[in-house]
């Protein structure tokens, strides 16, 4: 159970690093359009969330719900959409 664990946390975490990633390679290209930085800082701000709560222990707990790993695989996956169509 604990090697499913740390796989988890280790996924969660690459998740965390691509809406980040994302976010700052969304707001390099879309460099001239208006109101850039919110549309990053939309995609960017979930990735740090994401990413930090792994290292908390009381957090790192909630992300092993069934109903939140369905919440952050939707989010991540709707946040990924914005990024490419924005």
Known sequence: MERMNKNLINNYRMGGYLLITMGLIN???????S??????????IP???ILGSTWLPPLS?????????????????A??????LS
Do not use: D
Request: hydrophobic share 55%; no cysteine; charged share 10%.
């Open 61 to 77: 707990k909630v992300l092993n719900l069934r109903s939140t790993k369905v919440l952050a695989l939707g989010l991540g996956l």
């Open 27 to 33: 707001l390099t290209y879309q460099n001239g359009k």
């Open 35 to 44: 109101n850039i930085l919110g549309h990053s800082l939309i995609i960017i």
């Open 47 to 49: 990735g740090v969330l």
């Open 79 to 84: 946040l990924m959409g914005f990024a490419i």
